[in-house]
Every structure is written in structure tokens, then in C-alpha cells.
């Protein structure tokens, strides 16, 4: 039972390096989502989809770019990375109705 | 203004006691629907419960209940029989009705003491 599937689960940029976080869903789900958790500030929406083909900003957007080029995957870009940028990144898919489903999480850290 | 507001930063409870976890929400909209999850310290995220607003009975999943208070904007999480596994950050969301977003509360770290 795969679920939600991230990669990595772990990275260390330098400022200024560019990065791509994949997330994957076998649930055949609509609606794709990224978010980022630190401490104390719970999780922030970054960018979601739709479906295939559609993207729409979320409360974060900035420095960060997405695409959904197929139903299944989700892409997160960080194009020049910043300090401000680490934190871990979670992805989540849902059907029409009802929860979300969560992956286990990204870690990144820019120094 | 704050959609989910926590206001537990951290709250302990002994084993085997009930203990309730505060979330208010903010909204606009008749339809909306709210939502606790669970992450362990091994950092998964875990969906608990769910409660529609048009829902006129509380929600409840096994020892987890949710008691709705509409008029007050509160969805407090009651978690009966507190174990260790229970020791945890715990988020409530809240998605407003045809909306995509899900907002998120700053979760309420949760410890059982044995």
C-alpha cells in the first residue's frame, strides 16, 4: 500500500541551488497538495492542484514553483534556494470529498 | 484573522484519563468540514476524525470523538482512555465548503504520563 510516496525523504542545499521534490499517488486522487511544517506554525499551503494539468497558489507561494504534468505526480521546485526554506514539506492527495492522505515528509535543510 | 485556532501549545493527561483538545474555527460559510490529525514523533501525519457542519451528531472513531459546538465555532478532540501511543502533536483543519484549501491549526503537543 503505497499511498502518497516523496522523494526525497532528506536533502541538504546550499543557498542559491535548485531542487525538485516529487511526490506520487496511487490513489487515482483529484486534488494534490504541498505544504510546509515549522515549528510552531503548523502546516502551510504552498501550491495545490485540481488535477492534471492545473496548479493554484496556496498562502506561501513564493520561491517555490509546481507542475502536474500527469494525475499521479505533484512536483514541488525550489529554483534558488534560500535559507528561509527549510523546514519539511509534506504532500497530500484527496478524492472530490473527504480527507486528506499525507506522505511521510521531506526534510530540507539550506545552509 | 486566524481560520483554526489551537490555543494548547501542550497540554499532559494521565494514562487512562480522557482528555480534550481545544480548536475554534473561523468561517463565513454553512458548509464546511473539520478534521484532526495525529503526528507521532516519527513525523507521519494520521487522519483521526472528520465532522461535516451539516452533521447533527458528534463524530466519533473509536476512542476519539469530536465535540461540535456550532454557535461557539468549536471542534474540540476528546480522546477517552489516554495511552502512550496517544503521546503526539495534534492538528485540526478545517476545509470550507466547495473550497480546495485546507487550513491548519499550530497543533497542541500531547503527552500521557504513565
Known amino acids: 500500500n503505497a499511498g502518497v510516496t516523496q522523494t526525497p525523504k532528506f536533502r541538504v542545499l546550499k543557498t542559491g541551488q535548485s531542487m525538485t521534490l516529487l511526490c506520487a499517488q496511487d490513489?487515482?486522487?483529484?486534488?494534490m497538495y504541498w505544504y510546509r511544517q515549522d515549528p510552531g506554525m503548523g502546516l502551510r499551503l504552498i501550491h495545490y492542484?485540481?488535477?492534471?494539468?492545473?496548479?493554484a497558489k496556496g498562502e506561501v507561494p513564493d520561491g517555490y514553483n509546481v507542475s502536474r504534468l500527469k494525475k499521479q505526480n505533484f512536483l514541488l521546485g525550489l529554483e534558488s534556494a534560500a535559507p528561509s526554506q527549510t523546514s519539511v514539506y509534506f504532500c497530500?492527495?484527496?478524492?472530490?470529498?473527504?480527507?486528506?492522505?499525507f506522505g511521510e515528509g521531506s526534510r530540507l535543510t539550506v545552509l | 484573522a486566524q481560520k483554526i485556532t489551537q490555543t494548547q501549545p501542550g497540554m499532559f493527561v494521565q494514562e487512562k484519563e480522557a482528555v480534550t483538545l481545544d480548536c475554534t474555527y473561523d468561517?463565513?460559510?454553512?458548509?464546511?468540514?473539520l478534521f484532526w490529525y495525529k503526528q507521532p514523533s516519527s513525523g507521519e501525519m494520521i487522519f483521526l476524525i472528520y465532522?461535516?457542519?451539516?452533521?447533527?451528531q458528534n463524530a466519533t472513531e473509536g476512542r476519539y470523538s469530536l465535540n461540535f459546538q456550532k454557535a461557539r465555532k468549536s471542534a474540540n478532540l476528546v480522546i477517552s482512555a489516554s495511552q502512550l501511543g496517544d503521546s503526539a502533536m495534534y492538528f485540526c483543519?478545517?476545509?470550507?465548503?466547495?473550497?480546495?484549501?485546507?487550513?491548519f491549526g499550530t497543533g497542541t503537543s500531547l503527552t500521557v504520563i504513565p
Open positions: 497530500a492527495s484527496r478524492k472530490r470529498a473527504g480527507e486528506l492522505f
Open positions: 490513489m487515482n486522487h483529484e486534488y
Open positions: 492542484s485540481v488535477g492534471e494539468g492545473t496548479t
Open positions: 468561517t463565513s460559510d454553512q458548509s464546511y468540514g
Open positions: 465532522q461535516g457542519s451539516y452533521d447533527e
Open positions: 483543519a478545517m476545509r470550507e465548503g466547495a473550497g480546495n484549501q485546507f487550513y
